[in-house]
């Protein structure tokens, strides 16, 4: 298994409040991204970072901000969390981009925006 | 945007039997892999394919990339118990694209 933790990996929180979500690896992989996971909408790329503080938007970024100070550590923030932000969270890595590039996944964050 | 569409959306199988499903896409893409997620964990790579008419086996599972490089397809045969879950294709359209992926496929073990 590739080693990539996400914490916590559970959350409950309000709507209004701040969240910040972390992804830790021990691979070494330049690239991280971040996903979300909803019912019927299958995975959904939030943001991704191609290297340290070097990140980009994915499909769904509104509402999220990401840091990456670490080649290890990716950080996803929700600035003021609503609850359509209620979801499951996935971290993953690749080492590279081209198409021969495959991605790993962490064990994800179930967050809850009450 | 692009999209993919896997089907079935879900299924029920019977110990011993073979399962079939496919994902189709809207555009051609370089790349297709096939992932299984069990409840309360992330999905787990099964197989990659990167070549249009490649066929790749893993145990029991075996995957192709279609010949038209707009779909591909998952095969599982002798299905066991531990095979349910939610399994999802993703392909991605250019070397430096996102990965897209399908809405899953639930297997589940007939009652």
């Known amino acids: 298994d590739a080693g990539i933790t996400q914490s916590p990996r559970h959350k409950v929180t309000e709507t209004g409040t701040p969240v910040t979500l972390r992804c830790h690896q021990t691979?070494?992989?330049?690239?991280m991204y971040w996903y979300r996971q909803d019912p019927g909408h299958g995975l959904r790329l939030i943001h991704y970072?191609?290297?340290?503080?070097?990140?980009d938007k994915g499909e769904v970024s509104d509402g999220y901000s990401v840091s990456r100070s670490k080649t290890e550590d990716f950080l996803l923030t929700l600035e003021s969390a609503t609850s359509s932000q209620t979801s499951v969270y996935f971290c993953?890595?690749?080492?590279?981009?081209?198409?021969?590039?495959?991605?790993?996944f962490g064990p994800g964050t179930r967050l809850t925006v009450l | 945007g692009q999209q993919l569409n896997q089907s079935p959306q879900s299924m029920f199988i019977q110990e011993g039997e073979d399962v079939s499903m496919n994902c189709t896409s809207s555009?051609?893409?370089?790349?297709w892999l096939w992932y299984k997620q069990d409840p309360g964990e992330g999905p787990v790579l099964l197989i990659a394919?990167?070549?249009?008419?490649e066929l790749t086996s893993n145990g029991r599972l075996t995957a192709q990339f279609g010949i038209t490089r707009k779909d591909s397809f998952l095969n599982i045969s002798a299905s066991i118990p531990s095979d349910v879950g939610i399994y999802f294709c993703?392909?991605?359209?250019?070397?430096?694209?996102?990965?897209?992926f399908g809405k899953g496929t639930k297997l589940s073990v007939k009652p």
């Open positions: 993953a890595i690749s080492e590279a981009r081209q198409s021969t590039d495959t991605q790993y």
């Open positions: 691979e070494n992989h330049r690239y």
């Open positions: 970072s191609y290297g340290v503080k070097d990140t």
């Open positions: 555009s051609i893409f370089n790349t």
């Open positions: 394919l990167y070549k249009a008419g």
């Open positions: 993703a392909g991605r359209a250019g070397g430096q694209g996102n990965l897209i």
